[in-house]
């Protein structure tokens, strides 16, 4: 699952805290979205359906979502239930929303919401390896399947881990941690947390004050296992083609390599990245813009909500209009952030 409204980031605190279901920026990702009676919605990220619930208030609303973790299907049946047909909850991943949509027979669409990260839910429990709070399974497979953070780590080379770490966990001290991986699996692979953790800890000592240092290594861990970038472009790309004109595509994010995905997405689609002087005065841009972008953004929590809900310190959404121009495709700029540079073995 990619979402849920609550996630643990660099910069939110130790890694693995108590985690409780609060829907981040709820308030404003609903007045984004413009939520009217009736609307159709769809929710990418259903975590525990904070956004879902919050949408469905409103008379006549159908939403349909999605979530790639099978825990999150089973946990949101009741939901299903109580919403009397104005709630489709899909087990898969968000890239394929264009996919289902239509196979269900469903859009366009007046809004999409995409919470982007690892929900609270999956924080909390050590079986599924997001956290080192308690000791668990090295796993952190959103959907349950593929390659877990085990294998990444007990099979990696040292070059390979560095960059994992260097590029998606932004790890200065990469080269180290992998280095000490590398060595220390020989006599015992990692196939818990609280052994890579506090591995780290004693490779990489940190400051009371600060983060734990193994944070950023399994936010890496957690990324390249579930391709996340990758699917977060993919599924931006989705949400465009199903949204009607006038629609809003709503997007919260938690750190810097989501929100810089996002961010270009957007200024693609506005045409903000072109020259202006490329073209002549009153001219018309090279490809139209299958987006506008109100005012104001990003759009981050206030202190209250920060207050009662520290996750909410580093979230920002993104939100942008649907035009009535066509779609665009994905653009080998955006793919390039979702890929980790062949240079082997980044950080110190």
Do not use: W
Not at 300 to 318: C, F, H, I, Y
């Amino acid at each position: 699952m990619m979402g849920g409204s609550g996630q643990d980031h660099v910069g939110q605190g130790p890694a693995g805290g108590p985690a409780h279901h609060i829907p981040v920026l709820r308030e404003a990702v609903l007045a984004a979205l413009g939520v009217r009676p009736d609307g159709l919605y769809l929710d990418g990220t259903f975590g525990a359906g904070g956004y879902t619930s919050a949408i469905l208030a409103t008379p006549g609303t159908h939403v349909l979502a999605f979530d790639r973790d099978p825990s999150a299907i089973e946990a949101g049946r009741d939901l299903v239930h109580s919403a009397s047909g104005r709630l489709t909850l899909v087990e898969d991943k968000f890239s394929n929303l264009g996919d289902v949509a239509t196979r269900l027979g469903l859009g366009p669409f007046d809004g999409v919401t995409l919470d982007i990260g690892v929900s609270s839910m999956q924080l909390d429990q050590a079986i599924r390896g997001f956290s080192f709070r308690n000791d668990g399974p090295l796993d952190m497979r959103m959907s349950k399947s593929g390659l877990s953070a085990a294998d990444i780590v007990n099979t990696a080379s040292v070059e390979a881990l560095a960059d994992i770490l260097y590029y998606y966990g932004e790890e200065r001290a990469s080269r180290r941690i992998a280095r000490a991986i590398v060595a220390d699996r020989v006599a015992k692979p990692f196939v818990t947390t609280k052994p890579l953790a506090d591995m780290i800890a004693r490779v990489v000592p940190g400051k009371p004050t600060e983060i734990h240092p193994a944070t950023r290594t399994f936010q890496a861990l957690r990324i390249a296992v579930n391709d996340e970038l990758g699917e977060l472009v993919r599924g931006l790309a989705a949400a465009e083609r199903v949204l009607k004109p006038g629609g809003c595509l709503a997007v919260v994010t938690f750190h810097s390599l989501e929100d810089r995905i996002v961010k270009q997405f957007f200024a693609k689609r506005a045409g903000k990245g072109e020259a202006p002087g490329r073209r002549l005065p009153g001219e018309a841009p090279a490809i139209p813009p299958s987006f506008t972008l109100p005012r104001g953004q990003p759009v981050v929590a206030e202190p209250a909500e920060t207050a009662a809900n520290p996750r909410a310190r580093s979230a920002k959404l993104r939100f942008g209009l649907r035009t009535e121009n066509p779609a665009l495709e994905i653009g080998a700029d955006l793919l390039k952030l979702t890929q980790l540079p062949q240079q082997g073995g980044k950080g110190h």
